[in-house]
């Protein structure tokens, strides 16, 4: 499924009307969209639902002061040795200037894992192994061993 | 009964797990926002979704479309899904269901007990 910038907007505003997320919540989103679109030279993007709807709900994480678990350390240094890696801690700076402030470790760590997937599929790559599954918890481990 | 399976991740196993407690259940995949569409306009009884954060991406266009009440996340990273609250829920009337990808073995025959248990 791809994405454009006017079915990320129709996106947001969906969850904006509702009160799920706000103004600058909405700004900020779409401006990293600009910023892929840019970095990848693409007007619209694969599969970018995922991070799309993440990004945004992880920003008003933030805003309502809740936290969540970092994924589990064999995902983190899988991500660490993607080639994408470096582009995906650009774009999390990116998101950080725009919002003025630093984002909690544990944010950072799923939207690199987010990036690096999406980068993967509109750049080539592969995908972090068994990501989708291993964010932390008993299961989680469970599945690892 | 028609699930239909949205989210952001693990839709071809959330409907397998479906499928292999209960054959008889209708399942659709579609996009998060198609699905949570199909809610809306009836053509699903319940929604299912995973992400990685149970939360987020699972049922944000859920809440969007149907109502935070209609919705309920049933675990997070760390937190595994509670029976008791998963009951409590769907008689609530509670109908779509957020959990994140490594629960989804706990969480969908929790789910799937309870429905059917409620109907």
Redesign the interface.
Known sequence: MIMRFQELTTRLELLQEQGLINEKVCRVTESVFEELARLVKKDSIEQAEMVFTHLPLALMRIVNGENIDRPDPFILEEMKRSEHFPVAETLVHFIEKLWEKSLPQGEKDFLYIHFINLLNINQGGDELEDCHRGTSGEEGDRRKN | MKIVIGG???KKAIEEKIKEIDPSIETVIK???EAAMAMKTGQADYYFG????G???AL??A???I??DKCETVS?????PNEEKVIEAVKNGKKAFGF???????AVPMLIKAIKSAN
């Open positions: 952001q991740v693990e996009s998060d926002l995973a992400c990685h954060t939360g987020g991406g944000a266009m809440i969007a479309l109502g935070r997070m990273p760390g937190k595994k994140t990808a490594d629960h989804l073995d706990l």
